[in-house]
T-cell receptor, first 120, second 111 residues
Framework: QVQLQESGPGLVKPSETLSLTCTVSGYSISSGYFWAWIRQPPGKGLEWIGTISHSGTTYYNPSVKSRVTISLDTSKNHFSLKMNSVTAADTAVYFCARMVDWIMGEFDLWGQGTLATVSS | QSVLTQPPSVSGAPGQRVTISCTGSSSNIGAGYGVHWYRQLPGTAPKLLIYGYSNRPSGVPDRFSGSKSGTSASLAITGLQAEDEADYFC???????????FGGGTKLTVL
């Protein structure tokens, strides 16, 4: 079955860049669907960060758009998130997810999530 | 402040029926975009519960149902069970933000 798994450093210093990778198994990310990053600060709700299509088109939340880049690496079957100039407010559990359709679609599969803490 | 508004908490006794509302606007739910519901158990990732207003993925029992009216949507859970205690989130698309939006989440307590 299709599975998603996040990976990346758990601790990032303020003003530096947070880099996370989502490795997909059981499905080729270049074949279809959309691939997304969502985060959840401790004890709070979910926030959509951005989405990339299987062909590489990206969509970002306006609240983080200036600091975020999402990219695909089809050779490794993973997609990545880079967020620069991080602050303590970016401390959260980061989830990667598969999105069925960009506008009408739901997030039908999720990774287990990875905690990224911004602290010196 | 979430674009979609949910009650912070709801509760019910085992066997009862509860509903969770998700209130949006003309730029999201009211515009006809799909509304989807997720359940999140503590320390785990959200799991898709309802998609496209009222459709259940394989494996989700028919105790869970969704509906939409105007600029709002609702999730209903009948025959409440202890294992239903979790956080529930709604999600849609917003054309003024040009992206996905979530509700703030509702904590369901089974008394």
């Amino acid at each position: 079955q299709v599975q998603l798994q996040e990976s990346g450093p758990g601790l990032v210093k303020p003003s530096e860049t947070l880099s996370l990778t989502c490795t997909v198994s059981g499905y080729s990310i270049s074949s279809g669907y959309f691939w997304a990053w969502i985060r959840q600060p401790p004890g709070k709700g979910l926030e959509w960060i951005g989405t990339i299509s299987h062909s590489g088109t990206t969509y970002y939340n306006p609240s983080v758009k200036s600091r975020v880049t999402i990219s695909l690496d089809t050779s490794k079957n993973h997609f990545s998130l880079k967020m620069n100039s991080v602050t303590a407010a970016d401390t959260a559990v980061y989830f990667c997810a598969r999105m069925v359709d960009w506008i009408m679609g739901e997030f039908d599969l999720w990774g287990q999530g990875t905690l990224a803490t911004v602290s010196s | 402040q979430s674009v979609l508004t949910q009650p912070p908490s709801v509760s019910g006794a085992p066997g009862q029926r509860v509903t969770i509302s998700c209130t949006g606007s003309s730029s999201n739910i009211g515009a006809g975009y799909g509304v989807h519901w997720y359940r999140q158990l503590p320390g785990t990732a959200p799991k898709l519960l309802i998609y496209g207003y009222s459709n259940r993925p394989s494996g989700v029992p028919d105790r869970f149902s969704g509906s939409k009216s105007g600029t709002s949507a609702s999730l209903a859970i009948t025959g409440l069970q202890a294992e239903d205690e979790a956080d529930y989130f709604c999600q849609s698309y917003d054309n003024s933000l040009s992206g996905s939006v979530f509700g703030g989440g509702t904590k369901l307590t089974v008394l």
